[in-house]
């Protein structure tokens, strides 16, 4: 009987995998020719005033020049690197946090974009809210949190070490 329902089990979930793999194969599209267009900037998200590299591919166009723009730092020319293009920008320093599109443009008319997440930590930011701080002095109630849990530890330990000893007669 256990048998028969351990084969029943595997049964199903083998054909849930089948399925799966069944969808995700049909959603997959095989590249075509021309369609090998993207652009991407890494490190993303980056900190403004940080260095980030752009690296591209304009399909069969990648032996020429390509030019990126964004908002988040201006017009950037890529140069061909072993099959793609690439080249690096540095964010301004005082750039506001947001994202930003990043949009090549090849020589071949053909075009990508990406978005670069801008963060910018020198400009505050309110904290989480966690509370009145009140043990940021240690005047608050989490002094008198921390004897109250002392002194019940300790008065656990003497009920726990009189139960172990017994009543003595």
Do not use: Y
């Amino acid at each position: 009987m256990r048998g028969l329902v351990w084969h029943r089990a595997l049964s199903a979930v083998l054909s849930v995998v089948g399925l799966v793999a069944m969808v995700v194969l049909m959603a997959v599209n095989p590249a075509r020719a021309g369609e090998n267009v993207f652009v991407e900037v890494t490190p993303n998200p980056a900190q403004a005033g940080s260095r980030v590299s752009i690296r591209a591919s304009c399909d069969n166009a990648n032996n020429r020049q390509a030019e990126v723009n964004s908002d988040a730092f201006g017009r950037v020319m890529l140069r061909p690197d072993n099959g793609f293009l690439t080249g690096q920008v540095t964010i301004p320093g005082n750039k506001q946090a947001g994202d930003f599109p990043v949009d090549l443009r090849c020589a071949n008319g053909q075009t990508a974009s990406t978005v670069l997440t801008v963060l910018n930590m020198a400009q505050p930011s309110k904290g989480p809210a966690t509370g009145g701080g009140g043990t940021a002095d240690g005047r608050g109630a989490g002094s008198l949190l921390l004897i109250g849990g002392l002194v019940a530890v300790a008065v656990a330990a003497g009920v726990g070490a009189r139960r172990r000893t017994g009543p003595r007669v």
